[in-house]
């Protein structure tokens, strides 16, 4: 199936008449901002879910609605409605412009032409999913649950998910800007129960990229099933983290987080202008060892955190922020950008039409190094190698951050030995930037996330080789 | 405006056909937020949305659709496609819709006009009142991250084919301030709540002295050498680790070998001091409601007594399949959710003594001010407990140094036996449990 070339004029007539957004403008302007913001989006999603042994549901919905912004001086407005129709837009837009009131300046008529340089994110997309069958998301789950059964009878429980998206969006603003974008995402996730004498572990992997249902021709759900089980069942045997002080070596595409965490919420702008920030301050400064640049790209097409524009209607861009260890750049949305005079990366982001956007990350990442990956471990006396990571969290104001490790083992004299319980490993980003003392040539993209912010979770990716930090501090219970 | 709700439950439900289970969820929800900084307002949004969820359960098979909006098009379209959708589950003797049981919701009054006519300015007055109180709490405070107002009037409504038809309107608002203190290059941070049903149970002073406080107590915090230690939580992060631990006495987790008290009803699983209750009958509760989200009436249920297990929350589905009937604890996360049983109130019994007469009975300890990362450090089932904390270390029964990046670990098994007293310092936080005082004793400290 080949999905037809877009065409960008369709998409936004499809969503909401032309002259219904300039009139929505014109309302939004009228007590004198300087910048109203329409944001239109039709999400439809559908999902399903194995549990148990059982199909337990199939999901399906839609979410359509329009969020109208209205900036005057350092105030912002902000309205939404369900209800797309002339009156409805009319009253959000005015919603909105009296949340931010100034002085009245009576309507301004605008006009806004559909942006010819955006792109249209779903072009790639081969197999959309609303083409396939619900039987045969179905099948993929039920292969799943076998595949991770029939790794041992110690696999007491599996849960497997498929799910699908397809977010339609138009944004335009009084600049006369007008853009729209059409995004698919797909994902598959598999987490397993074992059990044994020393109680129950679990085991997780999941796939997830800006594509259709083409993602299976890449992602074999019984290979996904059978890892996530052996990873329960490697736990099993697992022993109590250690604690304390010690180099921690991180496999490939796991790493991600913990830049992520590290630095990339510090070089949001929004923290930055607030001085929440460790790194406010510091551009052209050395953050980091000689080994780190780190990237953050949402033009990398398929990823997780790929987009055509982002929520504000910009284009998305690849923006090196910390380049041979010296910070380059911060990330930023239109509003934190007009204040500094520049113009906005293409990090503007929202959850939905129901939020206002803010500065968020894409796919961050940093790539190949020069070391050999089993060096790094065979150089390594004493520490922990974390395979895989689970998710983590930051303090932006101190740099303070942690991350769990789902799937890590101990490194006794330069070998990977016996597998430890879950726990979390905790730093400080500043810190942790200058203990980065090997980077590997096997660079991998990490599993999709969903970063959140403000109550606020996106879709982001990341990546990087195997790597070393020096000294981390391991949340165990073990001395 | 909650009738006018059931009015559109009840209409999909008419809908349904013959052999035909149909409930409809439909909810309308008013939200206004304002964020304050450095004395301006830096946004304010106001938003009306709405939505419905319809299960359909035909030959035992269930399925479900949902719409963000409530035209006639879009409720027929949602019938039809959770139509659809059932035909692809797996048959199941005990899927079905809840039916009334008898119980009646208790009176509560958790709706007030108070809050549904509060003029705009009126609460953009109180975030501008709780940012500038916040500065003007300590010199040392620089900075502000975030200083809110949020409100919500909330109703919703469950009509089903089987009898059910409950409908419910709550209103709530809170204030929140996370504040920065800096002294030289350190920066620290600090926060301060308060939660009330209507706008005059505010108390904006408190919940800036409270986030001034934190903040600038935690400045020259260091990082700590690893030990063994009593802890106290604060009554927020106590509060989030009542959530963790509702989380795995669901009917849900027992019957699919999720839960680690699966097989330990009436036997010890914590300390005497631990009576937890999930009660959403508690008008107190910022998440009080009547009803549950299968539209059942909600009631106190007893988890652990004395330390005792005594009982899991059952939604309909669940108890059904555990020989149990349901506690009235079906939850959803919104009406693109189908209902799954949670924990909607969660409080621990509070003991008799204040926050600073525990520490003041602690030789070597730990009071956990903040933690980080409860959702990839703590594994609800193998009941691993590790999170980032920052707090101030005790000394013979006085508060001593600041200690930021350590980690505490334990696991949610030994937590809970190794609990040494509750506090009476019960209060009533912005999420779906009660914080208090909680000093847990044998915690591993990871440092330097």
């Known amino acids: 199936m080949q999905a037809p070339e877009p065409d960008r004029e369709l998409v936004a007539r499809e969503l909401v008449a032309r002259e219904l957004v300039e009139e929505a403008l014109a309302v939004a302007l009228r007590s004198g901002a300087e910048l109203a913001e329409i944001f239109v989006e039709d999400k439809r999603s559908s999902s399903a879910v194995l549990d148990d042994g059982r199909i337990e549901e199939l999901v399906s919905g839609r979410s359509r609605g329009a969020g109208i912004r209205v900036v005057a001086g350092d105030t912002t407005g902000f309205a939404h409605t369900a209800d797309l129709s002339r009156s409805g837009l009319a009253a959000a837009a005015a919603a909105a412009a009296a949340a931010a009131r100034r002085s009245s300046g009576g309507p301004r008529p605008v006009a806004v032409q559909p942006d010819v340089r955006t792109g249209i994110g779903s072009v790639a997309v081969r197999v959309p999913p609303e083409s396939v069958p619900k039987s045969t998301k179905v099948e993929l789950l039920t292969a799943a649950d076998a595949a991770a059964r029939s790794e041992g009878s110690a696999i007491t429980q599996v849960a497997a998910r498929y799910g699908d998206s397809r977010r339609r969006i138009l944004v335009a603003n009084s600049d006369g800007l007008l853009a729209t974008d059409d995004q698919v995402r797909t994902l598959f996730s598999v987490s397993c129960v074992a059990t044994g004498d020393t109680g129950l572990q679990t085991g997780r992997e999941s796939a997830g990229r800006t594509v259709g249902f083409e993602l299976f021709d890449t992602y074999d759900v019984t290979g996904m099933a059978r890892r996530a089980a052996h990873r329960a069942l490697t736990k099993l045997k697992a022993r109590p983290a250690p604690s304390g002080t010690m180099p921690v070596v991180v496999g490939p595409g796991g790493g991600g987080v913990l830049f992520h965490e590290a630095c990339g919420h510090g070089l949001e702008a929004d923290l930055v202008a607030k001085s929440a920030s460790v790194f406010a301050g510091r551009i052209g400064e050395k953050v980091a060892t000689g080994l780190v640049t780190l990237i953050d790209d949402g033009t990398m097409a398929g990823e997780w955190g790929h987009y055509a524009i982002d929520d504000e209607g910009r284009p998305a861009g690849r923006n090196v922020l910390i380049a041979d260890g010296v910070l380059t750049d911060y990330m930023w949305d239109r509003i934190r950008a007009g204040k500094q005079g520049r113009s906005s990366s293409g990090n503007g982001r929202r959850q939905s039409y129901q939020h206002l956007p803010m500065v968020r990350m894409t796919n961050t990442y940093i790539g190949a190094g020069a070391d050999d990956p089993d060096s790094i471990v065979a150089d390594t006396d004493r520490g922990v190698y974390v395979a895989q990571l689970g998710g983590g969290q930051v303090n932006t104001a101190t740099g303070d951050f942690v991350f769990g490790m789902t799937e890590a083992y101990l490194i006794e004299n330069g070998v990977i030995t016996e597998p430890i319980r879950e726990g979390n490993l905790i730093g400080n980003g500043p810190e942790v930037l200058t203990r980065i003392d090997a980077l590997g040539t096997d660079f991998a993209m990490g599993s999709p996330g969903t970063c959140g912010k403000d109550g606020q979770g996106v879709p982001v990716g990341d990546g990087t080789p195997t790597l070393r930090v020096t000294a981390l501090t391991v949340g165990g219970t073990a001395a | ?337 189908t209902p799954t049983v949670g924990a909607q109130a969660l409080a621990l019994r509070p003991g008799l003594r204040s926050q600073a007469d525990i520490v003041a009975g602690i030789d070597d300890g730990l009071l956990v001010q903040g933690v980080t990362g409860m959702h990839s450090g703590v594994n609800p089932v193998s009941g691993d407990f590790s999170t980032g904390a920052e707090g101030l270390r005790i000394r013979a029964g006085e508060l001593a140094e600041p200690i930021r990046e350590v980690t505490i670990a334990s696991t949610l098994q030994r937590l809970l036996l190794d609990v040494i007293e509750v506090g009476a310092d019960l209060e009533w936080l912005p999420m779906s449990a009660a914080g208090v005082s909680l000093a847990i004793g044998d915690v591993t400290m990871s440092g330097i």
């Open chain 2, 1 to 337: 405006m909650s009738e006018a709700l059931l009015d559109v439950a009840r209409r999909v439900v008419g809908w349904a056909g013959a052999n035909e289970e149909v409930e409809a969820f439909v909810v309308r929800a008013r939200e206004t937020e304002v964020r304050a900084y450095e004395g301006e307002v830096e946004s304010l949004t106001v938003a009306e949305s709405q939505g419905i969820g319809v299960r359909v359960v035909l030959d035992r098979r269930q399925g479900f659709a949902y719409a963000g909006t409530l035209d006639t098009d879009a409720l027929e379209a949602t019938l039809r496609e959770s139509r659809d959708n059932a035909r692809f589950a797996t048959a199941d003797e005990y899927a079905g819709l809840a039916s009334p049981d008898g119980v009646e919701p208790a009176p509560l009054d958790l709706y007030r006009p108070e809050l549904d006519e509060f003029p705009t300015d009126a609460k953009v007055a109180l975030a501008l009142e709780l940012e500038r109180a916040t500065r003007a709490a300590d010199p040392r405070i620089t900075g502000i991250e975030s200083a809110e107002y949020a409100d919500v009037v909330y109703s919703s409504a469950v009509a089903s084919t089987a009898g059910v038809a409950a409908a419910t309107s709550e209103t709530g608002c809170y204030l929140s301030s996370f504040s920065l203190a800096t002294d030289g290059d350190e920066t620290q941070t600090g926060y301060g709540y308060c939660v009330g049903r209507e706008p005059s149970q505010l108390d904006p002073a408190r919940a800036a002295v409270d986030s001034a406080e934190r903040a600038t107590r935690l400045l020259g915090a260091t990082k700590a050498p690893t030990a063994r230690l009593t802890v106290v939580l604060d009554p927020v992060v106590t509060a989030q680790l009542l959530a963790i631990v509702g989380s795995t006495l669901t009917g849900e987790a027992v019957l699919k070998g999720r839960s680690l008290f699966a097989d330990r009803m009436d036997e010890p699983v914590a300390a005497p001091a631990v009576t937890l209750i999930d009660d959403a009958t508690e008008p107190a509760a910022f998440t009080a409601s009547a009803i549950d989200d299968e539209g059942l009436a909600t009631r106190a249920v007893s988890l652990i007594s004395g330390g005792v297990l005594r009982a899991f929350l059952y939604d309909t589905y669940t108890a059904r399949r555990a020989g149990a009937v349901s506690t009235g604890s079906a939850v959803r996360a919104g009406h693109a959710s």
